[in-house]
């Protein structure tokens, strides 16, 4: 481990507060949200555990927070309503608010509308 990554290990909680790991240096039995869920577990309401913490060049070092996997409760099953409600979202999403036609992916954000409604100019040439 190098100094960097020594100025981040810290497993009683002394400098940050909370037990602080270098990046990749965590012990077992602590995961983030992304790797409970792979896993299909969810924190389930219990508090940050520890912290993990990747050194950046002139910048704040980026933070992970650990959540312990024997704490941790499966993931809700998703039901008949939450699968149409997200149907009906992504549905909006692809519809053109413009000229109401239904694509296959979803619309830019950053147009607000399709390319075509856009920019009708270009798309006569």
């Excluded at 239904?102 to 920019?119: D, E, N, Q």
């Amino acid at each position: 481990m190098g100094r960097a990554y020594a100025k981040y290990f810290d497993p009683t909680g002394t400098r940050y507060g909370i037990p602080t790991y270098p990046w990749k240096y965590a012990p077992d039995g602590y995961a983030t949200r992304r790797d409970l869920r792979k896993i299909g577990l969810r924190p389930g309401g219990q508090p940050v555990a520890a912290q993990i913490m990747l050194p950046r060049y002139r910048r704040p070092p980026l933070v992970g927070y650990l959540y312990r996997i024997d704490l941790a409760k499966p993931v809700r099953p998703m039901t008949s309503r939450k699968w149409g409600a997200l149907a009906l979202a992504m549905l909006t999403r692809r519809t053109c608010p413009q000229c109401q036609v239904v694509y296959s992916k979803c619309i830019p954000t950053s147009l607000g509308m399709c390319v075509l409604c856009a920019y009708p100019d270009q798309a006569a040439s």
